[in-house]
């Protein structure tokens, strides 16, 4: 058996989650790759997936195969290209994982020039408002945005993202405009949690090195950054947010900011990705585009 063809075939098998699409892609007969996934099985002396008529879905020793097979096939990429400097050489596949503000205002905008410079590049975007697992769902880098809790991750810091307040104009014409945190009291704050049934907190305002809280009014809560901006432009309250993600709607006038003087601690930016000695080209590559592109959004 050709370990690693056969290796080949299960990473393949593993993100398709069919062993037909697996084999039609490969140009392969679906027996030739069942049996072979078979036979790497046997040989680890456990199964990696589980199949039914339906789907196939990894094992939890499938879940830890695939991460390290994954690796290990990358950095056999990267052999074949070690020598080369030419960007353009540079191949293989990026999973990454960021905010949805970061993804649709800062990378996918600026993506197509740096696939243009590195056509050997294939690129998974993940984002959402859910924190990855970093290491079990196999990301090469993942961007955060806020305190971070992970551990046994590398972390760069990309810096601090600027937070306003902001209110629409016909939420301000039907409550008028809060002039100090005391104007509060009589207001409507939409409220954001990460996970429905958590107690929102109440308008932050930053301060001498620390967080107060002020309790507010306000009958909306949402879980996800596009509901939370959506909210807020339709009049339903007053929201925190980074100056990036509603920077367009200031300027087109949807949104104006209020209390300015009394902002929210800023957002720190991280880069985070999984505690390896030898990081591929690629993702190095990446990495550092990454950095250089947020340098315009963070202070």
Same mark, same amino acid.
């Given at each position: ?13 593993? !993100? ?7 084999? !039609? ?81 800062m990378v996918l905008p600026r993506l ?9 590049? !294939?690129? !998974? ?25 992970? $551990? ?64 507010t009014g306000g009958v909306v809560t949402v879980n996800s950054?596009? $509901? ?23 300027? $087109?006038?949807?949104?104006? @900011? ?37 340098? @315009?959004?963070?202070?």
């Amino acid at each position: 058996m050709d370990k690693i063809h056969a290796m080949q075939l299960f990473v393949r098998v593993a !993100e398709l989650a069919s062993f037909s699409r697996a084999a !039609e892609s490969l140009s392969l007969p679906r027996g030739s790759v069942s049996r072979q996934i078979q036979a790497l099985e046997d040989e680890l002396g456990t199964r990696l997936l589980h199949r039914t008529t339906r789907r196939v879905q990894l094992t939890q020793d499938g879940m830890v195969y695939y991460e390290r097979a994954r690796d290990l096939l990358a950095n056999l990429d990267e052999l074949d290209t070690l020598f080369q400097r030419d960007p353009a050489s540079i191949s293989g596949r990026l999973r990454v994982d960021m905010p949805v503000p970061v993804a649709t205002k800062m990378v996918l905008p600026r993506l197509p020039a740096f696939l243009q410079q590195h056509p050997g590049i !294939e690129l !998974e975007l993940s984002s959402s408002d859910r924190l990855v697992d970093v290491i079990q769902e196999g990301f090469d880098c993942v961007v955060r945005i806020g305190e971070l809790s992970d $551990s046994g991750l590398v972390a760069k810091s990309l810096g601090q993202l600027t937070v306003l307040n902001c209110a629409s104009p016909d939420y301000l014409t039907r409550f008028g405009w809060p002039e100090s945190p005391a104007d509060l009291a009589s207001h409507a704050l939409v409220h954001y949690v990460p996970t429905m049934g958590i107690r929102p907190q109440g308008f932050e305002i930053w301060h001498d090195g620390q967080s107060q809280w002020i309790k507010t009014g306000g009958v909306v809560t949402v879980n996800s950054t596009e $509901s939370y901006h959506a909210a807020c432009l339709a009049g339903l309250g007053i929201i925190q947010a980074p100056r990036v993600g509603v920077r367009e709607a200031l300027r $087109s006038g949807k949104l104006v @900011e209020i209390l300015p003087q009394y902002r929210a601690r800023p957002m720190p930016v991280s880069l985070i990705w999984p505690h390896r000695r030898n990081l591929s080209r690629r993702v190095h590559l990446f990495m550092a585009w990454l950095s250089e592109i947020m340098k @315009e959004y963070v202070d």
